[in-house]
């Protein structure tokens, strides 16, 4: 169950999905499978090579993992920004507050001066001027599909965390981890930490060499032997 | 989006479930397979030469196909009984309302005289003496593992609507369809209307011949060669 729903972080439809990230999990074996471990690697070499870092967050991240955004953001030195599909001012609330309690020191998003994302008709489109409207990374945990492909048109790296490596999140990210943001964002801190010792050109090279399409082919490999293997019993459940 | 929700009669706990089922819809293409048309065969020959057949119903069941499982009660005989996992006095109502809404005369659950069925911890374990304890063959739409296996050890036989072939209820269940119960009961209450008209031996022939384990096979198999064509992009999403 997702703590944060009776705070209002979380939305009936974050709850959904939610289940649908459940569902994928399982067929992933619920670990960070070596196709997440190298797009974790390059999403911190992104990050820690960007001008201008962002982490757009929503109510299921808020839930799921305020302490370890919060600890990406300060690590490599992105801002955070709530971003909500289903907005409200009391979710938008809700959401910063417990980002706040987690530690963040600032939290952008409907307060400060706001720009608007062109091609995208919800709330979602409202965006800070000096936060995912001017970076040139932004990492997007349990992002849908619209909203990706409407900031990949707006010129931005993005970094994708999600379990359905079908989605069309998936397919339009620069780098999309194929894993449960439980799980990935403090892999993601430990990359980031491991990595930022290193010099920009072998951080540039880590990215260059990084091949997303391969990844989502290795991602479905995975689901589907996994599936094999269910059905002929050798896996419990 | 699940209607019901504001109505009291999905929990947070349905709409994760409901999620999780999303994403296997998706991928088993969102379509009644030539399995789940096997399996929903077996099923209306089990419903008809039942003694006391009984429709167990959930918040999520009542949320989604409430007017179905009505109409299919009618045609088969079978008894509605509201059962819930979370179970409140107010969830009980809204459910058994929204049944009645849709044309039911009886819903079963919560008033009359109850028994309790062994091995079962949540507030699910309370069953209808007349219904669900009494019953020869149970139909449950979208329900967990641990109460399926209960049933089964009574000497039930059950029949589950499940959209995961790999659950422990598709598994435990003497009749699995795999299937959205927004198609599936509609299609139900189709067969019955066809097979009703049958001699009870060729619905007993239909029963023997019905394999459950082959038929989760092949939605296994299906599932699977459905990834390894949208992997290669020879279908859409």
Redesign the interface.
């Known amino acids: 169950?997702?703590s944060g729903?009776r705070e209002g972080v979380v939305c009936?439809?974050g709850?959904?999905?939610?289940?649908?990230?459940?569902?994928?999990d399982y067929l992933l074996g619920e670990r960070t499978n070596p196709f997440a471990v190298k797009a974790i690697e390059a999403s911190a070499c992104a990050l820690l090579t960007a001008e201008r870092p962002v982490i757009s967050v929503n109510g299921n991240v808020a839930a799921l993992c305020a302490a370890s955004v919060v600890q990406l953001s300060s690590l490599c030195g992105a801002r955070l920004e709530a971003n909500l599909f289903y907005r409200t001012q009391e979710r938008m609330k809700a959401v910063k507050k417990a980002l706040f309690a987690a530690g963040a020191s600032e939290v952008l998003g409907g307060e400060e001066d706001e720009a608007i994302i062109p091609e995208l008709f919800s709330e979602r489109r409202r965006v800070s001027r000096e936060g995912i409207y001017s970076a040139d990374v932004v990492l997007v945990p349990l992002e849908d599909g619209d909203r990706t492909t409407a900031l990949k048109r707006m010129g931005k790296k993005v970094i994708a965390i999600d379990l359905?490596p079908?989605s069309?999140t998936a397919r339009a990210a620069d780098i999309t981890i194929v894993d449960n943001v439980v799980r990935a964002v403090p892999a993601l801190c430990a990359a980031v930490k491991r990595l930022r010792l290193k010099e920009r050109q072998a951080l540039e090279r880590i990215l260059a060499e990084y091949d997303n399409e391969r990844v989502l082919?290795e991602a479905?490999?995975a689901?589907?032997s996994r599936?094999?293997r269910?059905?002929r019993g050798e896996l419990h459940?």
Chains 1, 2 share one sequence.
Not at 15 to 24: D, Q
Request: without cysteine; aromatic residues 8%; negative net charge.
């Open positions: 169950m997702v729903f009936p439809q709850l959904i999905a939610h289940g649908r990230g459940e569902a994928f359905n079908l069309v082919g479905l490999e689901i589907s599936l094999n269910l059905a459940g």
